[in-house]
Structures are given as C-alpha cells and as structure tokens.
C-alpha cells in the first residue's frame, strides 16, 4: 500500500470512529453506533422479571447483554435489561491495570453507605482483579424517578478515593448532579425491557435482542486511561449491596440461583468467566453458555 492510499484508509478509519461517536446519545439505549452486543445473558433471573414497561420504574432486575465503544476517550457502556426501582445495586468493577484486587477488601472508601466494604471477601476469577467500581440505585426520592451513583478507586493495599457522584433521573443526557464528578462521568437508565431472560431464577433463558438499559459514558481517565484491553465486571446486588442475584456479566452456567451473601461468594470456584472484556471499537465473537468473552479490534 503507497503512502497516498495507507492516508486515505487512516482518514477513512478515523472518520468511520467520529460517525460511532456522534452516533451515539446517552439515553439508555444501544443505538447502531454500538454495533452488535459483545454477550448475552443465558440464565433466567432470580430478582424479578420487569413487566411494567416503562422508561423509570421496574419490578424487576436482569443483566441482558452488554454493548461497548470506546471513542474520542470516552467508554460507552451500555447494560441491557432493568435495576428494580427499589434501589437494587448495579455494580460495575473495572480491572484497567496492574494491581486491583481479586479479593475485595474491607477497608475501600466508603461509599453509598459504606456499601463497597459491605461486599469485602467476594472474590473473583484468577484473572481478575479490579482497579475501579461504579454502583448506582434508583427509586421514588419524593418527587418522581431518580437514580444515586458512586465511584471508587481499589487500591491494591485499600484506601484510595472515592465519592458520591450524584443523581439523574430516566433516558437524559444530563450531567449527574449534586456529587463530586470530576471526570465528568454520565450515567442513565431507560427500564423499559420487557423482553429478555425470563423469571427462571436460572433456568436456561436468553437475553438476545434487548437495548435497553443502563447507560454510561466514562472518561477513560475516571478508569486509569487504559491503552488496550480491559475487563468488565458486572452484577445485580440488594438495595443494601447485601445479596448478589444471579444476574452477571459475563454469565453464569445455566441452573445457578441467586449468590447470596457477597461476603461467601467466589467466583473462581463457578465455570465461566464471570468478566468480559473490552478492546477498543469492541466486535462480538461467539457466547459460550458460561457467558465466555473475548473482543478484538475492528
């Protein structure tokens, strides 16, 4: 390839990446920008199948699939399915870096109500160790839908920073307001799904088809600006961040019920990958019924 034509695909490619950006709105849904989902849920879940139907409240929670881009220094995450509007936990953990920990401590920032060190002693796969988390929970605060998120480092020896990021309410662009937010994260939720996984409790169900969901876009300097590839861990937890449901990304094998108590749950001991990952301009490969996940560059 000549000079002239290897600068006419590098303008192409980066034009073709701008589009992906421009292309995507943070409204809690998987637009075309996202491309196809990177994995799929396979378990029925054990928290409740949402029936209601509409963008802010939902009587149940499932993880349906995932949706990834990175553009213009910035993670778009899209988590298909519904958080129960009882303040049911979404929980995100990010392993970006060296370090992290593969046990979680008891001695993290205290968040949400100290709910990170509520979780200390989960444990999770051999080759996963997170150096960042993002939770949040929505409800009726008084006057309508509004969901409450936090942030925090996982220093490998504990401590770091963390902090309330703030509130927003259902399928808005709006920043996160009334926390401390200074990589300027943004995060919503469409509830909207009535399709997906069924109420099984983990019988063998699938999330295929949903884009609807949580939302986030993360600054990659919130997540310790990655260069390459990173993995996602994903799961519903109680409103007290007390008890994990059988909703995780990557999956679990079809038959597993609700995991209780965080304190008793370690991953390693379950088949599967219970994280995915994330390379760039995410692309799907093929699902194994554990939820197994590997993404490649375009």
Not at 87 to 115: H, I, M, S, W
Not at 219 to 245: E, K, M, Q, R, W
């Amino acid at each position: 390839m000549n000079k002239a034509t290897a600068l006419l695909a590098s303008g192409l490619l980066l034009s073709s990446l701008a589009g992906v950006a421009s292309a995507i709105t943070l409204d809690g849904t998987a637009e075309a920008g996202y491309g196809a989902a990177i994995v799929t849920q396979t378990v029925g879940t054990g928290f409740g199948d949402s029936n209601l139907g509409v963008v802010d409240y939902a009587n149940g929670s499932e993880l349906d699939g995932v949706y990834a881009s990175i553009s213009g220094g910035t993670l778009y995450l899209l988590l298909a399915g519904n958080v129960e509007s009882n303040y049911n936990k979404l929980e995100v953990y990010f392993d970006t870096k060296a370090g992290g920990q593969n046990v979680l401590r008891a001695d993290n920032p205290n968040v949400d109500f100290d709910g990170l060190n509520r979780q200390s002693g989960l444990k999770f796969d051999a080759g996963f160790s997170p150096d960042y988390y993002i939770t949040f929970g929505g409800g009726y605060d008084g006057s309508g839908y509004r969901l409450f998120a936090n942030y925090a480092e996982l220093a490998t020896g504990g401590g770091g920073a963390g902090y309330y990021l703030g509130s927003n309410t259902a399928v808005t662009n709006a920043p996160l307001g009334g926390g401390t937010n200074p990589d300027n994260i943004g995060i919503t939720i469409n509830n909207s799904n009535t399709a997906g996984v069924n109420g099984s409790g983990g019988g063998a169900s699938s999330g295929a088809g949903v884009t609807t969901g949580a939302e986030f876009a993360i600054p990659l300097s919130a997540i310790g600006n990655p260069s390459g590839c990173f993995t996602v861990c994903a799961f519903i937890n109680g409103s007290g961040h007390d008890y994990l449901a059988n909703q995780v990304l990557g999956g679990l094998p079809v038959g597993t019920g609700n995991l209780g108590d965080p304190h008793n749950v370690d991953f390693s001991q379950i088949a599967g990958n219970q994280y995915f990952s994330v390379c760039g301009q995410a692309t799907p490969t093929h699902t194994t019924t554990w939820g197994q996940l590997k993404s490649s560059y375009r």
